[in-house]
């Protein structure tokens, strides 16, 4: 059973989860399955691009963002799917060897109005290097379940 | 060689491209990896969800539309990588059997200040499924070279 609803995530709030180690091999992978850009394939590439040596597609960095906040929290919340996010920077690249983190900031949080017993959160979440450093930033929207429906009225 | 620069994405310009059928081992291959949320997982969990059924990850959706977009064009561009995106909308849930092809638009196209070798075009890409509907849109802004970076300056 879920423990966290839509009343558990307060505005202003900051939490950091995750340590996740990223391998040579995943970031291949991920690559050739949805971004085969040179850069993010092969070695020697990545080291004659802008990244510098072979990368995470920015995509990849997302998944990983998406699986450390599953663990994080949203496999224990009563959690109702997503509308989207409102805008991703990549602003590092993510390198085989980097160990990442995920600090989330509840940015807002209110009842739907057409949906009175969901409430919208609305996190900024930071893709942390072990060193600290803003690999990637995301502002994404989760609908979450009220605990008590009734009990109050946006 | 990259047939494809700065230059050639024209503001307005619309194309279609791709065709891409999901597969529920897919889907469920995804999910397992990167959003173990039961309703990326498993048939019942997904057919009691706001989805209806066992539906795609929405970073699924956006990695599919990050392959079809490299197979379009991105793959024979002389792409210089992305600072990110702004806005992704998870409109409609992809479920096993869908054929996928991504519209994009060019909706801005402007050379950078800092790296007059490059310019900055913005893309509008909408995942389509075979009915047409739109299940997902975002907007991606994709770094290219210059094809005669001395040529015109902004």
């Not at 202003?12 to 394939?41: C, N, S, W």
């Not at 224990?76 to 602003?91: C, M």
Request: aromatic share 8%.
């Amino acid at each position: 059973m879920a423990s966290l609803f839509f009343e558990d995530f307060i505005e202003g709030e900051v939490k950091t989860y995750g340590a996740y180690k990223v391998t040579e091999a995943e970031i291949i992978d991920f690559a050739r399955q949805f971004d085969p850009q040179p850069m993010h394939l092969d070695a020697a590439a990545g080291a004659a691009s802008m990244l510098g040596a072979l990368a995470a597609s920015g995509w990849h960095t997302c998944a990983i963002m998406q699986k450390l906040t599953c663990e994080g929290f949203l496999l224990n919340a009563a959690g109702r799917g997503s509308p989207g996010v409102s805008e991703v920077k990549w602003k590092m690249p993510v390198f085989p060897g980097d160990v990442l983190s995920v600090r989330r900031k509840v940015l807002e949080s209110r009842t739907s109005k057409t949906k009175p017993d969901m409430g919208l959160v609305t996190f900024r979440l930071e893709l942390l290097k072990s060193t600290g450093e803003v690999a990637s930033e995301e502002t994404l929207v989760i609908l979450f379940a009220r605990r008590n429906p009734g009990a109050r009225l946006a």
